[in-house]
């Protein structure tokens, strides 16, 4: 007799966390998952249509529509589901956005979200909270450094998203202090993959170049990040779930880091589009140089590893923006509720 679990993962319409689902329903036929998600533009449905009419794993899966700053909600969904662990994936994430007039969203999410959960997962029990973070939170780091994060590494968050993900994050380790919540926080590096919201910068650059539009980029391009495939990450934070030591941080790094002028060289030559595509932009507001993360501990204490190489899995992800117009015009079209003036 199968004993079943139960993992509640918040946001897992969104890009890593649909990803996520999949992967978790396939691999563990001993769980039921319940997914909370508000559904805002970066929330899609669509991402987990397959799930929902799989008779293997459409069974096991719940899905409820609702917003984690909603302290009634997350209470009614802890106690009718029970979690036996959490996974919360639910944040406002695009930096943009925080700092043209919507930094109250983050706050509300990112934060005032955050609380709730940890409130419920107190109050009414789990065995694991997995908070999901970013190496934003850091602050920059100079170019043409040898230095990167680790997880001790002093929060120095630049913009109203980063802050608002250090305070959820600060929120968490709290706690854990006092009340010896079982709370676990992954920092992971840019993600790259299918699904990925259309205001992201490999969406954003390769949907403009499929129609002939300038690449707009910010300041002189040479802002480097971190990349790693999106399944890469799932499979670390599956490992952080099941092995991960509770109190504990842990930095899951691509090992790519790549400048911006060249991941839209990348998608231009793979879409067979002139370099002349691209037009240098004034630079963000407080926009960060560099980031990469030490992932040397998950390497060690978990035994995690990337293992997709970048240069095959864009060539992958750029395709599969061009071969799902549906998708990418139904995503585009929840985009532009919200943000009607963006130009993709």
């Known amino acids: 007799m199968i004993i079943m679990k139960t993992i509640l993962i918040t946001g897992g319409c969104g890009f890593i966390g649909s990803h996520f689902v999949r992967q978790f329903l396939k691999k563990h036929p001993d769980f039921w998952v319940v997914n909370l998600d508000k559904l805002t533009y970066a ?13 293997a794993s459409g069974r096991r899966y719940k899905f409820v529509r609702g917003d984690i700053a909603d302290k009634k909600t997350v209470e009614a969904v802890f106690k009718k589901s029970k979690p036996d662990f959490v996974i919360n994936f639910a944040a406002e994430s695009h930096v943009d956005r925080s700092i043209h007039g919507h930094a109250r969203d983050f706050v509300d999410t990112n934060v005032y979200g955050v609380f709730n959960l940890l409130e419920a997962a107190r109050r009414f029990g789990a065995g694991k ?9 850091f602050g920059s780091l100079l170019l043409n450094s040898k230095i990167k994060f680790t997880e001790k590494t002093q929060y120095n968050p630049r913009s109203p998203y980063s802050a608002s993900k250090a305070a959820g994050d600060l929120l968490c380790h709290s706690y854990f202090a006092t009340y010896n919540l079982p709370v676990v926080i992954t920092h992971s590096s840019n993600n790259y993959g299918s699904h990925q919201y259309p205001e992201k910068l490999i969406p954003f650059f390769a949907l403009r170049a499929l129609k002939s539009e300038a690449l707009p980029l910010y300041g002189d391009g040479k802002n480097v990040r971190d990349w790693i495939y999106v399944l890469d990450n799932v499979e670390a934070i599956e490992k952080v779930l099941f092995k991960g030591k509770v109190g504990e941080v842990y930095n899951i790094g691509g090992d790519n880091e790549i400048a911006n002028i060249d991941i839209a060289k990348k998608i231009l030559k793979i879409l067979r589009k002139p370099e002349t595509m691209i037009k240098y932009v004034p630079d963000r507001l407080g926009h960060d140089r560099r980031y ?11 035994g995690w590893r990337p293992k997709y190489n970048f240069d095959k899995m864009i060539v992958e992800t750029v395709k599969w923006y061009r071969d799902n117009p549906v998708w990418i015009k139904g995503a585009v079209k929840r985009l532009k509720r919200i943000n009607p003036h963006i130009e993709i």
């Open 43 to 55: 929330g899609n449905p669509e991402n987990l249509k397959d799930v929902s009419r799989s008779q």
């Open 292 to 302: 990469a993360l030490d992932n040397s501990k998950i390497k060690r204490k978990l």
């Open 129 to 137: 909270f997995v908070q999901i973070s970013t190496d934003e939170v």
